[in-house]
Each structure stands twice: as C-alpha cells, then as structure tokens.
C-alpha cells in the first residue's frame, strides 16, 4: 500500500526457518533470509552476487542468521545450479509438507515460504480487498512458484518452457519473451 502499511504477513517461523538453513549448511549450499526487507546472508558467496545482482538488492553478510532474523521471514531461498536444485525439489517437499511451500522461481532459486501462503493466496487476498472476482483475473507466469496462482486466477497463462506442474496449471500457453508472447497475451485479454 502507498502509506506503507502491512495488509498481508505469513512468514516463516523462525524455528522452522532455521531447520531449512540447517538442511542447507549440512549441504554447503547458499541460503538467504530476509528482514525488513533486507537480504541477509551468513557467508558472502559468488550465489549471493548472482541473487543480488538479478533482484537489484544489496546483500547484507551477518555473523549469524538465528539471529538475524526476526520471529519469522518472509521466504528463503537457495541459490544453486539447477541440476541439484531439481534433485532436491522432491526431498525438501516431502520434509516440509504443509509446513512450507518449496518451489523454483528461477532454474536456480529454490524459495520457501510458509505453508499459509503462496501466488494464489496473495491474488485472492488482493482480489477480496479490491472486490475483484476471480473470472476477471489473469495470471502468467514460468516458475513453479507460479503454478498455484495461475490454477487459481480466472484466465492462467504459462510460457512455454515451463515446468510441466506450472503448464498443467495453465488454461493457456504462449511463447516466451521476444517470440510473440505478449501480444497473444494482450489479444487474449481483449477477447475475455
């Protein structure tokens, strides 16, 4: 909201926050927090650049992330190549189910956030607010960290490429950035 005020907040507890980045330091894997929308890491490595650098977030090192983080953050993420982090998806579903959602957003992020909430959560919550019904909503998207809110939205849309949970999801699919996507997106909209 433009006066700054907090409408929506389901982070991860703490507690559970710090199983997660113990599962990742056992694994010599880079996790990060956030606080106060800060990204917050404990080791200052070449994954935290790469985060970084795509997010346009400066990275804040501290001595330790079970105390840095507040009571809870709103997600984690581990930055790996995307081989291991396809390897692990099923592993840390399984280990965390109904306590947190685990999803890749990028072909190297895996993110987690708390089993409250996730894409489709925060558009039905905007949408009740604004008195917006799901038939007049859209949504796009790549990641499996989209696959929730395009099931939930009116018209849900995947780019081709996507995972195969994130295109199952989908009413539709369109091509991806510079191969005429967005305008089938726009042509589909002016139709609905």
Known sequence: MPSGETLLDHGIPHEVAMEVIQFARERDLHVQAYRD???IVERDRPEAHQYSE???MPIHVVEDLDKAMGATTPKLVIV??????EK???EVRRRWQGML???TSMPTYLEFTSGETDKATA????CER???SREQT???GDGRNDASMIAWAGLGVAIEGSPPEVQAAADRTIPGPGRGGIKQLADLLVRS
Request: cysteine-free.
């Open 37 to 39: 929308d800060n990204l």
């Open 54 to 56: 795509h997010a346009e």
């Open 80 to 85: 790996a190549p995307s081989l291991a982090l």
């Open 130 to 132: 604004m008195e917006i």
């Open 123 to 126: 558009l039905q919550f905007v």
């Open 101 to 103: 959602n685990a999803a």
């Open 88 to 90: 692990l998806l099923p």
């Open 138 to 140: 859209a949504a796009v």
